[in-house]
């Protein structure tokens, strides 16, 4: 077994919860109800979309992809391949809407969950961005250096404005390692471990499966988890990174 990518480690033990194992996968039915996207998506901080792209173009996002080492890669978007596709995705009617008009991509990471490359991920929330150098001030913290580029956890506000885009290459189904999120927990700001776990036992979790070609919308400050892939297909994600294009405090995002 493959041990958990650092860049979906969240510096915690991998101890699993028996809450997120029993997730009620009948709240996605309901996630995909029709009303009106962008309230939906403000009040649960997530949001499930139909396929964005064709047969054709993820075979050839795959055909980019083969011959990386490991499970996962953070700096994708530094491609001109990936840079295009973060373009277009922008584009799309089914995205557009959940994105304030100035935001720009500033980070695609890869993951590969598979039964031979498997981990799981306790709830928790994403808190760390890919800044172009290290700025001390008192605001910023959690200071990390991963493949050579500096990330940060700013404050709240910062992270409330980002919107993460999960581009699913395969299909994900129950089996195959998806999230659980507990919906409408990223108003909450940020949250310490043990109350991450309260919340998570008094609202319980909605579990996201997501077509192949299809996509999650979702705030980083949700509560999400991922548990292990028990099926025998890949579960392969382009994780897109999308906020302002001007950061404070100085800061700025990496390869800018």
């Known amino acids: ?38 309230q939906a998506f403000d009040d649960a901080g997530f949001e499930l979309l139909p396929a964005l792209l064709g047969g054709d173009e993820l075979a050839g996002i795959v055909v980019m992809l083969e011959g990386r080492v490991g499970v996962g890669e ?23 809407h959940a994105l ?38 008192a605001a910023l913290g959690g200071w990390s250096n991963k493949g050579g580029k500096w990330f940060v956890q700013p404050p709240s506000e910062v ?4 919107v993460a885009l999960r581009l699913h290459l395969d299909e994900c189904g129950v089996d195959d390692g998806p999230l659980n999120v507990v919906a409408g927990s990223h108003r909450q700001g940020r949250i310490d471990d043990a109350c991450a776990i309260a919340l ?28 292990k892939a028990t099926g025998a297909s890949q579960r392969r994600v382009l994780h897109f990174l999308f906020g302002p294009p001007h950061l404070p405090f100085g800061l700025a995002w990496a390869g800018t």
């Open 74 to 96: 953070r700096n994708l978007l530094d491609e001109a391949w990936c840079a295009d596709l973060a373009h277009r995705l922008r584009a799309n009617a089914h995205v557009a």
């Open 100 to 137: 304030p008009s100035t935001h720009v991509a500033v980070q695609c990471t890869s993951f590969e969950k598979s039964i031979d490359r498997n981990w799981l991920v306790p709830v928790h929330q994403d808190l760390a961005i890919p800044v172009a150098a290290r700025i001390e001030h």
């Open 1 to 38: 077994m493959q041990a958990r990518p650092d860049f979906e480690s969240t510096d915690k033990d991998d101890r699993w919860h028996p809450a997120e194992e029993g997730s009620r996968v009948a709240g996605y039915a309901a996630a995909m109800q029709p009303v009106a996207p962008m």
């Open 200 to 227: 998570r036992d008094e609202r319980g979790t909605v579990t996201c499966p997501v077509p192949r070609g299809g996509a999650m919308l979702m705030r980083p400050l949700l509560l999400h988890a991922s548990s």
């Open 159 to 162: 992270l409330e404005s980002l």
